[in-house]
């Protein structure tokens, strides 16, 4: 699996707040673009990238559960968010995951109109941006600067964003005009970082910050996301988004999905419980053997790759004489020439990963080993179902129904 550097596509021409509120659109499509950071020079596998990545993935995760819990006052089983520990070598516990390689679309915010490259992260529910008050961490990014914007207003909220090993960093909350390829939504709650972590800064992250697409039960802002603030406001004529994540066209299309993307049916899985886009797994299967059955995955296209249970991750791999990564724990690899069949079901229905995707590198050790994009994720309880699987299908998004399709990628 190879990965290509691209930079970041400037958005049409956009609306601005003193312009009347356009006709409802039945879909728009937006074009993404991408940074690769997780294959060296020598095209060998960056392990320090791929630990900070899904150090990042699970954090954000974990952060979900304890917004959900604080929002909502519902508890979470147990078995669902595992035994959470801080530690100090993974990065920030924040909506800000790690998005190397991800893919990355433009968003205009304020009157005048200024535009920020964001991550689309369904894995989390906040637009978080660089503020005014950002030190020389946010150095490289775009600043949200609200006295610059007439339509920006203070909500005199704070909120706060809880670091691993104790530390911490803290934002104001506004609200101002956030406009997608004509799509306008007014008054959109939004947080202005006054940090940025390591992973966040300008080196690791191409993006200036991240829209969240999942539920306002786990944002951190607690207020109403931005596709749901689309449907109160009757900006769109279908509550559903779809992404296509496969090169040569990466796009999230906004108000249904986009026919000329995907072909056949789609699969429909229903969310297990509101919150992130979790649903149930069928199964996983690999090279024709039944390891795994009804599990719950989070789809999540802020994570690069799939990263499971310690326990149900070793179980795939073991099933077909797969071994651990010397020295980088959660890491599998297994003979370049003998890439296993894995496939995940969602809704009776196989959907087989291909061993391209599947084969991240070449060990830098063992040249003849290979790495598998399928992860341990420590303190895991449940899957984080990305782009490793998102890839290689069309994901749809049906707010109103609250369930998640997936659909058979249209040929390039």
């Given at each position: 699996m190879r990965f290509t550097l691209a930079t970041v596509v400037t958005a049409l021409p956009l609306f601005i707040a003193a312009a009347p509120r356009p006709a409802k659109q039945r879909g728009t499509a937006v074009p993404l673009s991408k940074l690769s950071s997780l294959v060296m020079a020598d095209q060998s596998v960056n392990f320090e990238a791929l630990n900070s990545h899904i150090a990042a993935t699970t954090a954000k995760i974990h952060h979900g559960f304890d917004n959900f819990e604080k929002n909502t006052g519902a508890s979470l089983?147990?078995?669902?968010?595992?035994a959470w520990k801080r530690d100090s070598s993974a990065l920030p516990l924040i909506s800000l995951s790690d998005p190397l390689d991800r893919w990355f679309g433009t968003i205009s915010i304020g009157t005048p109109p200024r535009n920020f490259a964001v991550l689309f992260d369904t894995g989390s529910s906040d637009v978080i941006l660089p503020g005014p008050e950002c030190d020389n961490t946010c150095y490289g990014h775009t600043i949200y600067d609200p006295e610059a914007s007439l339509t920006s207003a203070a909500l005199r909220k704070f909120f706060s964003i809880n670091f691993v090993g104790g530390a911490s960093s803290f934002g104001n909350q506004y609200s101002d005009n956030v406009t997608i390829v004509g799509l306008t939504a007014t008054d959109q709650a939004l947080g202005t970082a006054a940090y940025y972590s390591e992973a966040l800064?300008?080196?690791?992250?191409?993006?200036?910050?991240?829209?969240?697409m999942a539920f306002q039960s786990i944002s951190r802002l607690n207020q109403r996301p931005f596709f749901q603030t689309l449907i109160s406001q009757d900006q769109i004529e279908e509550p559903m988004f779809a992404f296509s994540l496969a090169t040569p066209r990466p796009e999230i299309y906004l108000g249904g999905t986009n026919p000329d993307m995907y072909t056949g049916d789609f699969t429909w899985a229903p969310i297990i419980q509101q919150g992130h886009w979790r649903v149930n797994i069928d199964s996983v299967v690999c090279n024709g053997q039944n390891v795994l059955n009804n599990v719950p995955g989070i789809i999540d296209t802020g994570s690069l790759f799939i990263i499971g249970p310690p326990e149900d991750v070793a179980a795939l791999y073991a099933a077909v004489g797969s071994i651990p990564v010397l020295g980088e724990p959660g890491f599998y690899s297994f003979p370049c020439d003998a890439v296993p069949s894995v496939s995940f079901t969602f809704?009776?229905?196989?959907?087989?990963?291909?061993?391209?995707?599947?084969?991240?590198?070449?060990?830098?050790?063992?040249?003849?080993q290979c790495i598998g994009s399928i992860y341990a994720g420590n303190f895991v309880r449940t899957w984080i179902v990305g782009n490793t699987f998102l890839s290689t299908v069309y994901t749809a998004f049906d707010v109103a129904n609250q369930r998640v399709g997936f659909a058979t990628l249209a040929a390039a």
């Open positions: 089983p147990s078995a669902m968010k595992g800064q300008i080196g690791q992250f191409a993006g200036d910050g991240l829209l969240g809704g009776d229905r196989s959907f087989p990963i291909p061993a391209e995707i599947l084969n991240m590198e070449p060990s830098e050790n063992d040249p003849s």
